[in-house]
């Protein structure tokens, strides 16, 4: 793992990898069904478990969420491409966008909140806090329940990421990319590192 000699600067970036791809769903006022896509968000907290995502005022969720307290994120697959970032370019605010995309709504169990049906992962989730950060408020959900196909799992009923098969996004490059192969065994490959010590 050679340093290299010289780094450019390429300014303030929202650049992570990855960023997913998630789907972010919740009833409107009026008891619409209703989602968008969100690549701002990830787990942050392990006890209450909690994830977080970043949606701006403007989105027709933003409220929807404000106001029923509940939502549910799908991990968004390769094969919902098309419709994963037509979620993102269209509000709800004017359109039944899930019917238009080809996207099935159902109820969630643990929380009062639609799931995408065709996400292959859900996380079931009742917002805990939302915090003004500036063009976006950040929504911190406990996660109550998580549901997955019962083809995703592994031999040990865990969701497998070859056949989840996530979408990736990338804010660099603006495009949408699929996971890589498994490269080792977390909390376990850095041990050879330590014979240093
Ligand atoms: C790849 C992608 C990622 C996005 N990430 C976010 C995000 O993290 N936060 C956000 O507020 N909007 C994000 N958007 C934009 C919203 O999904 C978009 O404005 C959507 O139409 C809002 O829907 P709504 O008005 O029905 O809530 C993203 C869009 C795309 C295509």
């Given at each position: 793992m050679p340093a290299k000699d010289s780094k450019r600067s390429l300014g303030a970036l929202p650049l992570?990898?990855?960023?997913?791809?998630?789907?972010?769903?919740?009833?409107?006022?009026?008891?619409?069904?209703n989602?968008?896509?969100?690549?701002?968000?990830?787990i942050c907290c392990?006890?209450?478990?909690?994830?977080?995502?970043?949606?701006?005022?403007?989105?027709?969720?933003?409220?929807?969420?404000?106001e029923r307290?509940?939502?549910?994120?799908?991990?968004?697959?390769?094969?919902m491409l098309a419709a994963a970032d037509f979620v993102g370019i269209?509000?709800?605010?004017?359109?039944?966008?899930?019917?238009?995309?080809?996207?099935?709504?159902?109820?969630a169990?643990?929380?009062?909140?639609?799931?995408?049906?065709?996400?292959?992962?859900?996380?079931?989730?009742?917002?805990?806090?939302?915090?003004?950060?500036g063009v976006h408020s950040m929504m911190i959900g406990r996660i109550e329940d998580v549901k997955a196909d019962e083809d995703c799992l592994d031999a040990e009923g865990r969701p497998d990421p070859a056949k989840v098969a996530p979408l990736i996004f990338d804010a660099g490059t603006r495009g949408y990319y699929g996971i890589g192969k498994r490269l080792g065994d977390a909390f376990s490959v850095g041990k050879a590192l330590m014979q240093g010590l």
């Open positions: 992570l990898y990855p960023e997913p791809v998630l789907l972010v769903a919740t009833y409107d006022g009026a008891g619409k069904a989602v968008m896509t969100a690549a701002w968000g990830g392990s006890e209450p478990l909690s994830l977080m995502v970043a949606v701006r005022p403007e989105r027709w969720t933003h409220d929807a969420l404000l307290k509940a939502f549910t994120v799908g991990i968004a697959s390769e094969s269209v509000s709800g605010r004017r359109y039944d966008k899930i019917a238009a995309a080809g996207l099935t709504a159902e109820k169990e643990k929380v009062n909140a639609p799931f995408i049906a065709e996400c292959p992962v859900i996380l079931e989730c009742s917002l805990e806090q939302s915090i003004r950060l």
